[in-house]
């Protein structure tokens, strides 16, 4: 699905109107160093799609469809790992442009900024998780309104990113910012495309939220008319409390078409928090967060299937967490991908 020029310039209006509620951290944003080679590069991505072509074909024929919760597709896995690995493409100084813009009310200004970063493409970060993983507040919040999530608790952060409202922009709600601008795309493309939902990281959790929002809503008329399928998701963190995975696991069973890939790549410590690792945290049971189903892990001997949670696996020690980092990037979970049955 193609999205026109207006559509791309509404969805900058808005983004740059959230920026302005953003403040930097006080030494801003720290760059990888240039000689880490596991950052992930526009580059490198070509390639990937050069060398599997079939693969990519596959994917599109199917519409990144699975024909099953024990069967998953590892082409429509692979065009998830490219889109996912694709939207952290970024010159990190043009977003810090458009943050300080935002926040002086030239909205302009930072739409030409934002517009920038994804044209003068440097490198997918592979920092800055590792910071959020230690010093965000993890501990789960009630959602308001109370329905979202069927009521489950969830990451403040996660919950504050996608469904938070601004004081000055109640609109701006970044949810309905991708339901109005989905809306608009998928009026003027016409015929029934299938929707999936995909996201690396913390793009993974949105996702997996993202998804439960349209399960859960999918009788109501603004989102009757889509159809959707699968979910694919990459090294996502957890995301919610109970009943939240309940509800998302019973309404993506066999035969209802639509089915959950949680992808966790060998010892990638991310999808094991929250909660924090230790020392961090004493009690992990302030931090009752269960995964959602449909758990593959990708392996060196080939994928896979992961038992569903509960118990949630325990977080990773802080020693194992930094030795296992390098799990978590996209260049790692494309390497053990290429293990899997594809095209």
Not at 80 to 85: F, G, K, N, Q, T
Request: a negative charge; glycine letters at 8%; hydrophobic letters at 35%.
């Amino acid at each position: 699905m193609s999205i026109s020029l207006p559509i791309i310039q509404d969805i900058h209006d808005a983004h740059a109107r959230q920026l302005a509620h953003l403040h930097l951290p006080p030494g801003g944003i720290r760059e990888p160093p240039d000689s880490d080679t596991g950052a992930l590069t526009l580059e490198d991505i070509l390639e990937w799609i050069k060398d599997h072509p079939q693969a990519v074909r596959e994917a599109k024929d199917a519409q990144c469809t699975s024909p099953s919760p024990d069967s998953p597709n590892w082409n429509s896995i692979f065009f998830a790992l490219i889109e996912s690995s694709a939207v952290g493409l970024r010159n990190e100084n043009e977003i810090v442009e458009a943050i300080k813009a935002a926040r002086d009310g030239h909205f302009d200004t930072a739409v030409k900024h934002l517009k920038k970063a994804q044209s003068d493409i440097d490198k997918v970060g592979t920092t800055n998780w590792k910071e959020a993983i230690t010093d965000l507040d993890w501990k789960p919040i009630a959602p308001q309104p109370a329905e979202i999530a069927w009521g489950a608790s969830m990451h403040s952060g996660f919950f504050k990113g996608l469904f938070g409202r601004f004081a000055s922009e109640a609109h701006q709600v970044a949810f309905d910012v991708i339901l109005n601008q989905l809306k608009t795309a998928y009026d003027e493309h016409g015929g029934e495309p299938i929707l999936h939902f995909t996201g690396h990281s913390l793009g993974g959790a949105y996702c997996t939220l993202t998804y439960g929002e349209f399960l859960r809503r999918q009788a109501e008329s603004k989102f009757a008319k889509y159809r959707f399928g699968d979910m694919y998701s990459f090294g996502a963190p957890r995301v919610c409390t109970p009943p939240f995975f309940q509800h998302v696991n019973d309404l993506t069973q066999a035969g209802g078409g639509k089915y959950l890939f949680r992808v966790v790549n060998s010892e990638d410590p991310v999808p094991t928090a929250p909660p924090p690792p230790p020392p961090f945290v004493e009690d992990t049971t302030l931090y009752p967060f269960v995964h959602v189903g449909g758990a593959w892990k990708l392996l060196e001997i080939g994928p896979q299937k992961m038992a569903d949670e509960p118990p949630p696996v325990d977080p990773q020690s802080l020693d194992d967490l930094l030795k296992n980092a390098h799990y978590h990037g996209p260049k790692e979970y494309y390497a053990n991908w290429q293990k899997t049955p594809h095209a």
